[in-house]
């Protein structure tokens, strides 16, 4: 066990201090009571002044108050927990062109019904986190097993400008990671690949051998594949095969593609595999299109690590909790030994 402000143990000193001055007062009062013995020889409350009850309520305030300067203290200890569920992170795009109708009734309502039905199918067997992104990134639902409130984030998405795959990529990789400096490592690895020559259009294989290699945990890109923002698709593919996360992507939408009128301009939307294909194929994962895409095939995939790596967890609230019920036993005893607490 580790202490985080071990200086607060200083409030235990009050204990001996305490004690010590207590034990003080009852050597004088026996010295008195033996000095006056005749006074005390009929009475039948000596016993009971001197008895181990009467001393037992404070024995348990004095230990309610070291237990609290331990809790004071912040303690942590390590722990293996054993991971029971894998996670899986479904990164959605939202961008404009995901309204188009070539995935009847939309692509963007075509991907929500996918994503409805891979919560209601794997909730209970995986925590499930949700991004969203567009020309910005939100975080809609850190991992959970929380169906309902995975299907009100899913329920919410909507339509906006732009377009961030490598975005989206990035912030999942940080729901895995949430201790990772995620920002500068896909920054890192864009500047390994520039220096290879490749820039963002270097190849999409794997960084040594790492791809996959992390099987508690993939991502579920789901999209059209248009990314115009935010950094390169294949950059933050490597990052996620540098750190074993399989990217598994799903495509809306079809490559013969719509004609859609945004602000006044016709645009062709056209669903682009090839990228999708190169992030699935860099980082071990597969692709499918949402017409055909085989949800258990993913899930097998995921095999939480058994055990986890040791965590510090704090402790603090059992040792609170301790001292309260100390304290509580010491005024009960007190009450029922004196009719009085202390």
């Not at 066990?1 to 235990?12: G, I, N, S």
């Not at 999409?204 to 789901?222: F, M, N, T």
Request: with cysteine; net charge neutral; proline share 5%.
């Amino acid at each position: 066990m580790t202490l985080q402000w071990p200086e607060a143990m200083a409030v235990a000193l009050v204990v001996p201090l305490f004690l010590y001055f207590y034990l003080a007062c009852i050597r004088q009062r026996r010295a008195a009571a033996h000095r006056h013995a005749s006074m005390y020889a009929h009475s039948t409350g000596l016993t009971a002044a001197f008895g181990v009850s009467r001393h037992l309520p404070l024995l348990l305030f004095l230990a309610s108050l070291t237990v609290l300067s331990v809790a004071l203290a912040r303690p942590h200890v390590s722990t293996t927990l054993f991971a029971v569920r894998g996670t899986a992170v479904l990164v959605v795009d939202v961008s404009i062109s995901m309204k188009a109708d070539d995935a009847p009734p939309t692509r963007l309502a075509q991907s929500q019904a996918q994503a409805r039905d891979f919560v209601a199918r794997y909730a209970d067997r995986l925590r499930i986190g949700l991004v969203s992104f567009a020309g910005n990134v939100i975080a809609e639902a850190e991992p959970t097993t929380h169906r309902e409130a995975l299907f009100t984030a899913i329920d919410r998405l909507a339509a906006r400008p732009g377009t961030a795959i490598g975005s989206g990529i990035t912030t999942a990789l940080g729901m895995i990671f949430p201790e990772a400096d995620i920002a500068t490592l896909v920054r890192e690895t864009g500047d390994t690949a520039a220096r290879a020559g490749g820039g963002s259009g270097a190849s999409s294989q794997p960084i040594g051998s790492l791809a996959g290699s992390r099987s508690d945990a993939v991502i579920v890109l789901v999209s059209d594949g248009a990314s115009a923002l935010g950094p390169a698709p294949r950059d933050a593919a490597r990052l996620a095969a540098a750190l074993g996360v399989r990217i598994h992507t799903v495509g809306v939408g079809s490559t013969e593609g719509r004609t859609m009128q945004v602000n006044g301009w016709n645009m062709r939307v056209q669903l682009d595999e090839g990228v999708l294909e190169e992030i699935a194929a860099a980082t071990g994962g597969q692709y499918f299109h949402a017409s055909t895409v085989d949800w258990p095939r993913i899930v097998d995939s995921i095999r939480p690590q058994w055990p986890q790596p040791p965590t510090n967890t704090e402790i603090t609230a059992l040792f609170a909790a301790a001292s309260a019920l100390l304290a509580v036993a010491g005024a009960s005893a007190s009450l029922l030994a004196a009719k009085r607490i202390l």
